[in-house]
């Protein structure tokens, strides 16, 4: 058993009830999947810790099955789990001062080849989570809240997104300024 038996929620397959199932009982519990770090190649049990690729967080991975939270409603809790992944790049990146290919779940030590480009932080499933969608270069998306315990910034074609907890603040190139606020989706128009 491994993580690629989770393929089926980024796919879309199981009905919402047994994605529930799936998504609860299987990639949130830490007696499965979910660990320190991310979410382990093969389920949590002491002996598959010892096989050099259960240990591992496997980020191409982790991308599908976060996809498929997104796609069942489970922001959050995607949200969550990108955080624990992005702790283990970020010590990556302070200790080693570059990507890896893989790290421990347990412990966040890097592992794999140095500079992989499957290391890279995936930044368009970090939009994803965050609710922000560029539809085309003029026109991007707003999606609900941002499920982040945190303020996030970002700049795009001269506009700056600012999403706190429960608004948005877009300040345009012009000085026009917009702030968002409630669930739903808003589509922006940059031009």
Not at 60 to 73: A, C, E, I, K, T
Request: with cysteine.
């Amino acid at each position: 058993e491994d993580i690629s038996l989770l393929l089926p929620l980024w796919a879309g397959i199981p009905n919402s009830r047994r994605a529930r199932d799936i998504i609860t009982k299987t990639v949130l519990s830490e007696n499965r999947y979910l660990y320190q770090y991310g979410l382990v190649a093969c389920p949590f049990q002491r002996s598959s810790m010892e096989t050099p690729i259960c240990g591992k967080v496997n980020l191409l991975m982790s991308q599908f099955v976060l996809s498929g939270l997104l796609r069942y409603g489970y922001r959050k809790e995607a949200a969550d789990i990108f955080s624990k992944i992005m702790i283990g790049i970020i010590q990556i990146l302070k200790r080693e001062h570059c990507f890896r290919e893989s790290f421990r779940a347990d412990n966040g030590n890097p592992d794999g080849e140095t500079n992989s480009l499957g290391g890279l932080v995936p930044i368009k499933l970090f939009l994803d989570i965050l609710g922000i969608k560029i539809l085309r270069p003029d026109t991007i998306v707003i999606q609900d809240q941002n499920p982040f315990p945190w303020n996030v910034t970002i700049s795009y074609r001269g506009t700056t997104i600012i999403r706190r907890e429960k608004e948005t603040l877009l300040n345009f190139l012009d000085g026009q300024t917009i702030t968002i606020t409630g669930e739903g989706s808003h589509e922006i128009h940059l031009g």
